[in-house]
């Protein structure tokens, strides 16, 4: 917290800070003991009528009542790292998307518009990275315009909690209605200490999805839409542990593309879990890429894949950012806008 020569405490927040990342201190109880506070760091996206919204590394956004501010101050916009490759949230964005390519994307100014006919919300979303070229409002309609011509739900892939991350985007998304349906963290890594898992399991490598290996996969019943998409990318890889039946015991994939190295479908029979079979999936995949030239590795995972996250944490991975996927309110139902007509119809 910020202090005064006095050595008290003291708020050094102005609305021009919006957009900055903040941590202030409010008082959020008083009785017969005295107060009790709590603080909130995250990136003030607004400060309208004395109330101010930050939006904290998760996503979640805390509205803070000005008059009970007790301190607060700017904070550097990215921690120091403890570990991991470093990487710019723009970079990991363009990265992923590379990995799980659409059947068909067109471009709004730096904006992406992504469609696959529904298969997964990554591959049937808008990537907001960068200037639309319109103003926001502009930009938004044409989205739904671009979905609606599919018969799809529009929506848009956001991120928090990092250096470039759209912490503003999120704010006047909700502000106009959109709506945030599912939230996880991209998570980074060193790739050699992957690659370095004990030999387990026999772990087969190939660059097609086979039959048995589809058995697996979780999303049952993959269309041609399905397999376009997990095809795709500048080089994929599918590993297979084979099972007792037809069906394998666990699969994996991982797309390269330079540096990178993207896990995904990480998936381990129920029966066998807690077995190592996860790692060695994920070790023979590492050294492929570290073959291919790779050096970091991400992924992504939700935040109730509680399996999952513990065994990233035991191979070095770090939470980089959070992204979100916000779905658009229905044609016909007004939704407010926050702030000025000046602030809804600029450019992001």
């Known amino acids: 917290m910020e202090f005064t020569a006095s050595g008290r405490l003291a708020v050094r927040l102005t609305r021009a800070d919006v957009g900055k990342r903040v941590s202030v201190r409010r008082v959020s109880e008083e009785g017969p003991a005295g107060r009790k506070f709590t603080d909130t760091v995250g990136v003030l996206t607004s400060w309208d009528d004395g109330v101010l919204l930050i939006t904290r590394r998760s996503g979640e956004q805390v509205a803070v009542d000005a008059a009970t501010l007790v301190a607060g101050k700017v904070v550097p ?6 570990r991991g ?3 710019t949230y723009p970079e990991l964005a363009h990265v992923a998307s590379r990995a799980w390519r659409p059947v068909e994307s067109e471009r709004l100014g730096e ?5 696959a006919q529904g298969f997964t919300r990554r591959a049937n979303s808008v990537l907001p990275v960068g200037d639309p070229g319109v103003p926001l409002d502009d930009a938004l309609e044409r989205v739904r315009d671009w979905y609606a011509a599919r018969g799809l739900p529009a929506y848009a892939q956001t991120a928090t909690g990092a250096a470039g991350t ?3 985007l999120c704010a006047e998304l909700e502000a106009r209605g959109w709506v945030r349906e599912v939230s996880a963290e991209t998570r ?3 790739l050699a200490p992957i690659g370095d898992a004990a030999e387990g399991r026999p772990v087969t490598l190939s660059r097609e999805p086979d039959e048995a290996w589809l058995g697996r996969y979780q999303r049952k019943g993959a269309s041609e839409v399905a397999l376009r998409v997990l095809r795709a990318g500048p080089s994929v890889w599918f590993a297979t542990v084979p099972g007792d039946g037809a069906v394998p015991a666990a699969i994996g994939r991982c797309v390269v593309d330079g ?11 129920p029966a066998l879990r807690r077995q190592g079979l996860a790692s060695a999936v994920m070790a023979a995949l590492a050294r492929r890429a570290l073959d291919e030239g790779a050096s970091a590795a991400w992924l992504q995972v939700e935040a109730d894949n509680e399996g999952a996250r513990a065994l990233y944490d035991r191979l070095g991975f770090a939470t980089h950012h959070a992204y979100h996927h916000y779905r658009a309110p229905e044609r016909g139902v007004r939704s407010p806008v926050a702030g000025s007509a000046e602030r809804a119809n600029r450019s992001v």
């Open 259 to 269: 540096r990178w190295a993207g896990f995904a479908a990480v998936e381990v029979d």
């Open 77 to 82: 916009a990215e921690p120091a790292r403890r």
């Open 85 to 87: 490759p470093s990487a």
């Open 166 to 168: 759209q912490e503003m």
């Open 111 to 115: 904006w992406e518009l992504r469609a």
């Open 188 to 190: 980074i890594a060193a």
